[in-house]
């Protein structure tokens, strides 16, 4: 197998369950998902038409390149390694499929697969492609991949091209799905991190998604992690007047969280202690009975996640209303103070 340069250690992370890294608003999406009348009809047509794990492996791999120990090797070590530091036995196929469109994604049912696109090589950096790598690999040991693949034929495919599912897919199904699939990559993305252990190599991945060109292109100096930060901590707290509206509604229709917001709750998050507990050692294993938490729980965890932001949206719109209020107020005084002189 082809070695890989040296770079810092990482620490072993044997049996470390899932829901020791995943968001809580992902698990409860994911529960509110399968609770939303017409999603088991919508997943069964899917699958159905796709001809189930086989259909979804052809569409998705049908034009790509399996990795492996001698196809792109250094790639396959990578994944393996990462595969190594979560104590992840089974390795998930990889596979390299072109196209310009920078990407990544882990598609199947019971045999989940991992793609990326070959823009993303040509973007990324060997300690960012470990990043991607993780991340992909965080949503298959979160179980996520048949109900990501869902959500990402849905994106892709019109309902022209899927007749049968033009009676059944309602708003609120695609929506429901859209949801889970943005709070979902909040899960991965902290995976991402404890695969790779390098907050730097990670917020790079961030930034390079969000605004980055071919490597070929980029010129020393012209991406700086520093700004980019700056960037983030704007976008997150900028909420005067009606801005948080605008970003849920620009969000709406997003598999992804903006690049921005990725990166600041991942910031949130290793601030929060949770990183540098797990690499003590402090995680929930597989197979323990913690691992297996009931939907009371997800919801609890969650709740004052869903909370905030809608106590977020309704304080906004309330100061925004109030500061329109006044802003007539004083108008309408003015005017009328003109019409009296």
């Known amino acids: 197998m082809t070695s890989l340069p040296a770079a810092r250690p990482r620490i072993a992370l044997p049996d470390i369950a899932a829901v020791a ?3 809580p608003a992902d698990r409860a999406a994911l529960q509110s998902l399968r609770a939303v009348p017409g999603v088991d009809e919508v997943i069964k047509k899917i699958l159905g038409i796709l001809g189930g794990e086989q259909g ?10 399996r990795v492996g120990p001698t196809q792109f090797p250094t790639l396959w070590a990578l994944h393996v390694e990462n595969c190594a530091t979560f104590g992840w036995e089974i390795i998930p196929e990889l596979y390299v499929t072109q196209t ?10 019971d045999n989940p697969f991992i793609v990326i696109h070959s823009s993303a090589l040509e973007l990324l950096e060997l300690d960012e492609q470990r990043v991607l790598l993780a991340h992909e690999l965080g949503h298959v040991i979160s179980g996520h991949s048949l109900y990501r693949t869902i959500a990402a034929i849905m994106v892709m495919v019109s309902l022209g091209a899927l007749p049968m ?25 902290r995976a991402s991190l404890l695969g790779s252990q390098d907050l730097q190599a990670t917020m790079r991945l961030f930034m390079k998604m969000a605004g980055g060109g071919n490597t070929a292109n980029i010129r020393p100096g012209d991406l700086n ?10 976008y997150a ?13 620009a969000t709406l229709a997003l598999t992804h969280p903006m690049n921005v917001v990725r990166a600041a709750e991942v910031q949130r998050w290793v601030q929060a202690g949770d990183y540098d507990r797990i690499l003590r050692g402090e995680y ?14 997800d919801m609890r965890d969650a709740k004052d996640h869903y909370k905030q932001e809608i106590k977020e949206v309704g304080e906004h719109l309330k100061n925004a209303a109030k500061r329109a209020a006044a802003s007539a107020k004083d108008a309408f005084n003015e005017a009328r103070s003109k019409g009296s002189a």
Do not use: T
């Open 237 to 249: 707290s900028s909420n005067e007047g009606l801005d948080i509206v605008y970003k849920i509604l």
């Open 100 to 109: 310009p469109i920078f990407n990544a994604g882990a598609y199947g049912i």
């Open 225 to 234: 992690l520093e700004p980019f930060m700056q960037q983030a901590n704007e």
């Open 21 to 23: 890294w995943e968001h």
């Open 56 to 65: 979804i492996r052809l569409l998705f791999q049908g034009n790509a390149v």
């Open 165 to 189: 599912l033009a009676s059944i897919i309602l708003l609120p199904v695609k929506f429901a799905f859209l949801e889970w699939s943005r709070k979902s990559e909040l899960s991965a993305d």
């Open 284 to 297: 929930v294993r597989r197979g323990s009975p913690e691992a297996d938490r009931p939907l009371r729980d």
